[in-house]
């Protein structure tokens, strides 16, 4: 079947400017995470959803993002005013319960 | 910040020999698992290994957990060129959720 997918695949934005990057999960997985994967930090989780539950925000590593997943399915991270330290290539993978995570191809955000 | 260490950084190896690369970790784990990745982009998963387990196979990989060294190995054997690519260990801890990397291991299988 159709594994995730993300849109945009790339994105370059001016510093300060808003970004939403998405994500469709695989069908009936119940369980959304962000990652993010930059040249200084290696790759960094940021956000889990899982079912109904409130999601773990626990790695967003600014009040500048935000995650929503509307209908248990489509998932948008937001990024405002971005930075030039926001430019990375931001993942997205899902999972049915707790075991293998099945990642995107990513999107690669440039903040000039 | 992340939980694995990985070594080596990088592997250089010839077509048809092996290749193994080692993962530490810090704190208790639910799973350990390890996933390719090609040009930058998006994560292949290629193993789970469980907290109760110590070794795992799939096709020509070998995974190996040693709990009480908090250590983890992937073994790939009769490398072959397509091999070529950047290896994570992630461990997920006890919720079994969200996943920490380790720095990854880039193989360059030679032909």
């Known amino acids: 079947g159709a594994g995730v997918s993300q849109s945009p695949s790339n994105k370059v934005t001016e510093k300060g400017k808003d970004v939403e990057l998405r994500c469709d999960p695989i069908?009936?997985?119940?369980?959304l995470y962000w990652y993010r994967q930059s040249l200084g930090q290696g790759l960094e989780f940021l956000i889990y959803?899982?079912?109904?539950?409130?999601?773990?925000k626990s790695g967003l590593p600014s009040d500048r993002f935000s995650a929503e997943r509307t209908g248990g399915s489509v998932s948008t991270l937001t990024i405002q005013r971005t930075q030039q330290e926001d430019s990375a290539v931001y993942l997205c993978?899902?999972?049915?319960?707790?075991?293998?995570?099945?990642f995107g191809p990513g999107t690669r955000l440039t903040v000039t | 910040s992340q939980q694995g260490e990985e070594d080596p950084q990088a592997l250089s190896i010839q077509e048809g020999e092996n290749a193994t690369m080692n993962c530490s970790y810090k704190?208790?784990?639910?799973?350990l698992q390890w996933y390719r990745q090609n040009s930058g982009r998006g994560l292949v998963h290629l193993i789970l290994?469980?907290?109760?387990?110590r070794e795992k196979h799939s096709g020509r990989l070998r995974v190996t957990l040693d709990t009480s060294k908090k250590s983890s190995s992937l073994l790939i054997t009769a490398s072959r060129a397509a091999d070529t690519a950047s290896y994570f260990c992630?461990?997920?801890?006890?919720?079994?959720?969200?996943?920490?990397f380790g720095g990854g291991t880039r193989v360059l299988v030679k032909p």
């Open positions: 993978a899902s999972s049915f319960g707790i075991d293998e995570q099945y």
């Open positions: 069908s009936g997985h119940t369980a």
């Open positions: 959803f899982q079912g109904n539950s409130a999601p773990d």
């Open positions: 704190t208790s784990i639910n799973n």
């Open positions: 290994i469980r907290s109760n387990e």
């Open positions: 992630a461990t997920a801890g006890a919720a079994g959720n969200k996943l920490t």
